[in-house]
């Protein structure tokens, strides 16, 4: 099984690299990887773009594949079409974190991945959230994703069955803004 982090954002709301913030003594994309890095995939994927060089210098990228999206500023869907196709053949599937998400559990990782339909998707007490799971069928329909939100309308779409595994607790704070950044440490990462 192979985990995908997407870090390759220009983090252009919050104004600088969202990816090399302070969290936790290290940077917000650290706390994000050693989250991956304990879920044991066989393939640990990330996608850089926006700020690459700085991240390659401060961040551990031990035991991670990088990925460059050279087009980045299109959205999600460009970074998860470009990792795709990095996977290993062998992948039974890919499970996808957001690099700027550090309060998901590995627990909840490992049970998204286990799912037996061709898609999962966390569902928290205030919505569906990420980490998602896409069986090694889906892959060909991620390697065309386009735009932003491209993985909610595969997932919405209807084509493939859905399992939502239940999550205790509200969707996990991404980091998108200042004020995300603010509740993040103060403790409201779940």
Known sequence: MTGLVLAAGASVRLGEAKQLLPYRGR????????????CAFDQLLVTLGGAADLIRERVDLTGVQVVENAEFSTGCGSSVRAATQAVDPRADGLVLLLGDQPGVRAADVCRVAAATTPLAVCRYADGLGHPFWFARDVLPELRV?????????????????????????PVPIDVDTRADYRRLLSGEAR
């Not at 940077?27 to 304990?38: C, G, N, V």
């Not at 735009?147 to 239940?166: F, M, N, Q, Y």
């Open 145 to 169: 994703l386009h735009g932003d939100k491209a993985v909610w309308k595969l997932l919405h779409s209807g084509r493939h069955p859905v399992t939502e595994i239940p999550v205790d607790g």
């Open 27 to 38: 940077t917000l994309l650290d706390a994000t990887l050693d989250l991956a890095r304990s």
